[in-house]
């Protein structure tokens, strides 16, 4: 029988038992004092009251002379007053006001006479342009309610009331603890089976972000003693622990032994995906969090997880989610058991919100930084249908998704150079790219899902590319097609060529492992075509339904060693210095639709197009030609 978790509780359920519990230990921060310019963002322990009025004297508000305001009494316009010198004393503002005064002259509204004295044209009332004592603030008052958030303006009103220093909450410790034999500290030529260790790095800038401190521990090998004494030794010296990898059921996972020995608990196992196998624990008061060592299970347990005691321990309201509707691109499917949390690029097309699934595997961390949402479904959902509306938990502003242009097509790595030039020449600009071959985006773009699409479709009975499908599929000539660039399409095999491949059909020969391009794609279409011209059964080739998305991950696997060939572009081989053998010259164009043609992110793409730099880019990434990109193709 397979291991089962010991729990599959509901995340509501789990974070609300796992507060009460912490709540019985005692679980509550600490408190520090600091000097007052030190506070800004800090959350404040206590009241802080005025120790002194400000301002402590009467002051002048203004420029000007401190009179008595009797002695002013009666002059107007047409019947004006002069004061002698010693009816007056000169004051700027700030200055303490004398006693024996009681009004203030504005420099402005006095006219200086030769003998020495000065003339007013209007009577001054008392206490006229001077500052109270105590106007601002009296001492003994209160400046800072307890659990407030020291502004820069507060910092001033304490520091004006005397007050120099203030206690505080306590930035919470969070201690984070990387385990695993194969882990390594970060460095650029790891060998194979070595993981680099940058979960703590992500872990640590997270709870920063949210007001705490983080102190990252040297990686622990798999060793349950080693383990065992480096969460005592974390436990006694933070506020809060994470204990990264071995939450799982592996036979050298010992998180929940080594925490169960140390304290308690209280979930093994949460019904959330990713995130699964989240062990909540504590040592008395000490929560002490086990995070699965796949990193996008780690941020999703820790972001849910963990936040919530720091934000308790801050004594500082939860930011609330900001949310909005949005239209997927593409299906969802999901398991009943468990709350998903989905990944996805966004962007407005028209007046549609579009939502597209980005990858939803544990250990792809890139699929975070570029998603612009995050879709959540519920527990007992079994998924979504393309073109659904769905409720998103926005991570990107809504103005940074009003002006990103959607690309759903083919892949290439252009279109990251594009997008980097578009975001250079306007900052406001943004793009965000979905790879789902040359037909998804043609499909993308006749759902009103798409701004523009890559597409590289060969026609097999002329050997044209792109024209008859932009007839077939749109009939009412409701899109432009532009000229991109002409690519070198080819088989990428290993460096020096180590199984001799020089031509296509040898990717059917004994002990050829292929990788090959998912269905739909315009290298797909290629690669199928080229077999049924040199007669090979498919189904003898090994690995043939092996399919990957982009032709840098094609890449990837060949130089990874897992695959020995599969058919990409040339600047995808250069790129991971493997050895290439030229098949053909294809049309890698884009269909933009007309509703789309005078969007500002548009027109900056065509600009990008046609510029120097964008020739000069891509004729040195190699395996390209460029002739008139941005131009508009004539079907006919």
């Known amino acids: 029988m397979g291991f089962e978790y010991l729990t599959n509780v509901p995340l509501e359920q789990a974070r609300a038992d796992y507060r009460k519990l912490l709540k019985e230990q005692g679980f509550g921060p600490r408190t520090e004092v600091i000097p007052v310019y030190e506070a800004c963002g800090r959350v404040t322990a206590r009241a802080v009251y005025a120790h002194i009025c400000a301002p402590h004297y009467a002051a002048s508000a203004m420029d000007g002379v401190a009179v008595c305001a009797r002695d002013t009494f009666g002059a107007t316009e047409t019947t004006p007053v002069t004061l002698q010198k010693e009816q007056y004393i000169v004051l700027d503002t700030g200055d303490?006001?004398?006693?024996?005064?009681?009004?203030?002259?504005?420099?402005?509204?006095?006219?200086?006479?030769?003998?020495?004295?000065?003339?007013?044209?209007?009577?001054?009332?008392?206490?006229?342009?001077?500052?109270?004592?105590?106007?601002?603030?009296?001492?003994?008052?209160?400046?800072?309610?307890?659990?407030?958030?020291?502004?820069?303006?507060?910092?001033?009103?304490?520091?004006?009331g005397g007050v120099l220093e203030i206690e505080v909450i306590a930035k919470p410790v969070v201690g984070i603890i990387p385990t695993g034999d194969e882990i390594i500290p970060p460095c650029t030529d790891p060998k194979p089976g070595d993981i680099l260790e940058f979960n703590g790095s992500i872990f640590s800038a997270m709870v920063k972000s949210w007001g705490a401190d983080a102190v990252v521990y040297p990686i622990v090998p798999d060793k349950f003693d080693q383990i065992k004494a480096m969460v005592s030794r974390a436990a006694a010296e933070c506020d809060m622990v994470i204990l990264n990898a071995g939450s799982s059921a592996g036979r050298e996972d010992y998180s929940a032994r080594v925490i169960r020995e140390l304290g308690q608990v209280l979930y093994h196992g949460i019904a959330m995906k990713p995130g699964k196998p989240a062990i909540l624990g504590c040592q008395g008061a000490k929560p002490i969090l086990g995070v699965p060592g796949y990193p996008v299970s780690g941020i999703i347990v820790v972001e849910q997880l963990l936040k919530p005691l720091i934000d308790h321990w801050l004594k500082v309201p939860a930011v609330p989610s900001q949310y909005a509707q949005a239209i997927l691109t593409r299906?969802?499917?999901?398991?009943?058991?468990?709350?998903?949390?989905?990944?996805?690029?966004?962007?407005?097309?028209?007046?549609?919100?579009?939502?597209?699934?980005?990858?939803?595997?544990?250990?792809?961390?890139?699929?975070?930084?570029?998603?612009?949402?995050?879709?959540?479904?519920?527990?007992?959902?079994?998924?979504?249908?393309?073109?659904?509306?769905?409720?998103?938990?926005?991570?990107?502003?809504?103005?940074?998704?009003?002006?990103?242009?959607?690309?759903?097509?083919?892949?290439?790595?252009?279109?990251?150079?594009?997008?980097?030039?578009?975001?250079?020449?306007?900052?406001?600009?943004?793009?965000?790219?979905?790879?789902?071959?040359?037909?998804?985006?043609?499909?993308?773009?006749?759902?009103?899902?798409?701004?523009?699409?890559?597409?590289?479709?060969?026609?097999?009975?002329?050997?044209?590319?792109?024209?008859?499908?932009?007839?077939?599929?749109?009939?009412?000539?409701?899109?432009?097609?532009?000229?991109?660039?002409?690519?070198?399409?080819?088989?990428?095999?290993?460096?020096?060529?180590?199984?001799?491949?020089?031509?296509?059909?040898?990717?059917?020969?004994?002990?050829?492992?292929?990788?090959?391009?998912?269905?739909?794609?315009?290298?797909?279409?290629?690669?199928?075509?080229?077999?049924?011209?040199?007669?090979?059964?498919?189904?003898?080739?090994?690995?043939?339904?092996?399919?990957?998305?982009?032709?840098?991950?094609?890449?990837?696997?060949?130089?990874?060693?897992?695959?020995?060939?599969?058919?990409?572009?040339?600047?995808?081989?250069?790129?991971?210095?493997?050895?290439?053998?030229?098949?053909?010259?294809?049309?890698?164009?884009?269909?933009?639709?007309?509703?789309?043609?005078?969007?500002?992110?548009?027109?900056?793409?065509?600009?990008?197009?046609?510029?120097?730099?964008?020739?000069?880019?891509?004729?040195?990434?190699?395996?390209?030609?460029?002739?008139?990109?941005?131009?508009?193709?004539?079907?006919?």
Request: one cysteine or more; proline letters at 5%; hydrophobic letters at 40%.
């Open 96 to 160: 303490p006001v004398p006693e024996d005064r009681d009004a203030v002259i504005m420099v402005e509204d006095i006219v200086k006479n030769e003998d020495g004295s000065i003339t007013i044209h209007a009577a001054a009332a008392p206490w006229q342009h001077i500052r109270q004592i105590g106007e601002d603030v009296c001492a003994g008052e209160m400046i800072l309610p307890s659990h407030m958030t020291v502004s820069p303006s507060a910092i001033g009103a304490m520091i004006a």
């Open 331 to 636: 299906p969802v499917v999901s398991g009943l058991k468990y709350q998903e949390f989905v990944r996805v690029r966004m962007g407005y097309v028209g007046d549609r919100l579009m939502a597209s699934p980005l990858s939803r595997g544990s250990g792809v961390v890139s699929s975070f930084m570029k998603a612009d949402g995050i879709l959540e479904v519920p527990q007992g959902l079994e998924g979504f249908e393309a073109g659904a509306e769905v409720t998103v938990r926005l991570l990107s502003p809504l103005e940074k998704l009003r002006n990103t242009l959607v690309v759903i097509g083919s892949h290439d790595p252009l279109l990251d150079e594009v997008a980097d030039m578009l975001h250079l020449e306007d900052s406001s600009l943004f793009m965000s790219s979905s790879h789902v071959g040359s037909m998804g985006g043609i499909m993308a773009i006749r759902r009103g899902e798409a701004h523009a699409a890559g597409c590289h479709l060969l026609n097999t009975q002329d050997g044209s590319y792109n024209r008859s499908f932009m007839k077939k599929y749109f009939p009412r000539g409701d899109v432009k097609l532009v000229r991109c660039v002409g690519r070198q399409q080819g088989l990428m095999v290993a460096r020096g060529n180590p199984l001799n491949i020089q031509k296509f059909s040898d990717i059917a020969a004994e002990g050829v492992r292929y990788v090959n391009r998912q269905k739909g794609s315009g290298t797909r279409i290629l690669t199928d075509y080229l077999c049924k011209q040199e007669n090979l059964d498919t189904s003898a080739i090994y690995g043939y339904d092996r399919e990957e998305l982009t032709h840098t991950s094609v890449a990837a696997q060949i130089v990874s060693g897992s695959a020995d060939a599969g058919m990409g572009i040339y600047s995808a081989a250069k790129l991971y210095g493997l050895d290439f053998i030229p098949i053909c010259i294809e049309e890698y164009d884009l269909i933009i639709p007309d509703h789309a043609w005078e969007t500002p992110m548009v027109r900056q793409l065509i600009a990008t197009l046609k510029s120097d730099g964008f020739r000069d880019k891509i004729l040195s990434l190699g395996g390209y030609t460029v002739e008139n990109p941005g131009e508009i193709i004539p079907l006919d």
